[in-house]
């Protein structure tokens, strides 16, 4: 069984920072790629952000050059540092955790996080 859970929502204005991180506990063997997506109300959810076992990232456009995702392996954590926010920003955050158990592949959600930028 996986685990993940995700910390660092909250309320912040527009053109400020947040950083939020997933922390990924269980009896993982390896982990294929770790991302970050997001729903706003009404909207379906979308990906933001990801990052696979050998560092490669891929991002929204519209986050492009604001947000960066990172991990550390060693913890099984992945980070999503985010600058100069936007009203359009504000959704759930979830975490998306893609790997490998000792018998079978595995992908895992976190509970999701709220962040909210006011204009």
């Known amino acids: 069984q996986v685990q993940v859970v995700e910390s660092g929502g909250g309320l912040v204005q527009a053109g400020g920072s947040l950083r939020l991180s997933c922390a990924t506990s269980g009896s993982i063997f390896s982990i294929r790629a770790m991302g970050w997506y997001r729903q706003a109300p009404g909207k379906q959810r979308e990906l933001v952000a990801v990052i696979n076992s050998g560092g490669s990232t891929n991002y929204k456009d519209s986050v492009k050059g604001r947000f960066t995702i990172s991990r550390d392996n060693a913890k099984i954590t992945v980070y999503l540092q985010m600058n100069s926010l936007k009203p359009e920003d504000t959704a759930v955050y979830y975490c998306?955790?893609?790997?490998?158990?000792?018998?079978?592949?595995?992908?895992?959600w976190g509970q999701g996080t709220q962040v909210t930028v006011s204009s």
């Open positions: 998306n955790v893609q790997g490998s158990l000792s018998i079978a592949d595995f992908t895992s």
